[in-house]
């Protein structure tokens, strides 16, 4: 059997970048190698790519495997055919790359910016293509899709940050008029809720405000919609499939970025305590908006379930989720019937196959 040489990218510059370490652990060790070659290059967040020279990939969610004396200096050439280039000394060694699977969350790692080096390479990879990974990754963008596709949403409003500074108290009236608090605000280009916040008063609104343009020019503000956190994943090229419903209870006051990956205060429901009604509603929501926005290989899609009437309400999706131990992708297709090593195997093959 001819091995296929795989390349997972991890690291970044991204806010994100020590969530990816983890998430890069569980894909590497996952990772068949009687079925592949592995090359794993890591982003500094300097933006140096470093060839790890070590198959202990318990040394990356500490960050010592920027330490590791077998290290090289590397680079995915945007040439075709020359594939994965790593530096010893005044010799350049080429390796055939067969297909990369960027493990990278955030920005310049699932915003379409990673997706069009490798686009440029001839390169298959793991995850959508240029212009669903940009437009997922702006919040705005993504909900303009899906008010085209008819799924609902909570209502929205698009600040700019440019506009803070001398009219914040317009901005603070145009949104009291328009939202009940609680209001939640949010930069519209990252992920796992870096920057996200939950304004309780004017204050807060303006504090949150100003949080938020500090990561983006862009900032999303959004009504509160009471009900239970709702993730389901999806995977598919031009038939995608979705898994159970998982359920998040945050055990905060949002499931932000610590309550995600810091704390151990959120608890995981698989499948979730919803109807198995509802949980089809959900399910037939997540295909059509990853398939409005154009996604291939995978996504995670996020709804909110009202409590009061259950009505379906989308939130967000997120086409390069964590792969952490306690990740809902990899979990929720677990639950499934598709375990971890072969969920890693199903990814790698929809990258080819969509490349054909």
């Not at 796992?192 to 503000?221: H, M």
Request: aromatic share 8%; proline share 4%.
């Amino acid at each position: 059997m001819v091995k296929l040489s795989v390349c997972v990218l991890f690291g970044g510059m991204s806010p994100e970048h020590e969530v990816s370490l983890r998430s890069a652990e569980y894909v590497l060790n996952s990772l068949n190698t009687e079925k592949y070659n592995i090359f794993p290059v890591g982003i500094t967040k300097d933006g140096d790519w470093v060839l790890f020279g070590s198959n202990d990939y318990s040394l990356l969610p500490s960050g010592a495997w920027i330490d590791c004396p077998e290290n090289r200096r590397a680079v995915i050439s945007p040439v075709r055919g020359q594939g994965l280039l790593s530096f010893e000394g005044d010799c350049v060694v080429r390796e055939r790359i067969d297909v990369v699977f960027p493990v990278l969350h955030g920005e310049n790692g699932e915003d379409g910016t990673i997706q069009g080096l490798l686009q440029l390479a001839g390169i298959p990879y793991v995850g959508p293509h240029v212009s669903a990974s940009a437009v997922s990754m702006d919040k705005t963008l993504t909900k303009l899709v899906a008010d085209q596709a008819n799924v609902t949403q909570a209502a929205w409003e698009l600040v700019r940050s440019t506009e803070l500074e001398g009219r914040m108290e317009a901005i603070l009236d145009a949104l009291e008029a328009k939202f009940s608090y609680p209001m939640f605000v949010k930069p519209a280009g990252t992920g796992s809720s870096v920057g996200v916040s939950k304004a309780q008063d004017r204050a807060a609104l303006g504090e949150a405000l100003a949080k938020a343009g500090a990561y983006d020019t862009k900032i999303l503000v959004e009504e509160f919609i009471h009900g239970r956190e709702v993730e389901v994943a999806v995977m598919g090229n031009e038939n995608p499939v979705a898994s159970i419903c998982g359920e998040i209870d945050a055990g905060a006051d949002f499931y932000d970025y610590d309550a995600k990956y810091v704390t151990d205060t959120s608890v995981a429901y698989i499948p979730a305590r919803i109807s198995e009604a509802v949980a089809e509603k959900v399910r037939e929501a997540a295909v059509r908006i990853y398939s409005a926005i154009g996604c291939q290989g995978l996504s995670r899609v996020d709804f909110f379930v009202t409590y009061l009437d259950e009505r379906v309400v989308f939130n967000e999706i997120n086409t390069l989720p964590g792969f952490t131990s306690i990740s809902m992708y990899p979990k929720l297709f677990a639950a499934s019937g598709i375990p971890g090593e072969e969920l890693i195997d199903k990814l790698i093959e929809l990258a080819v196959e969509a490349n054909q």
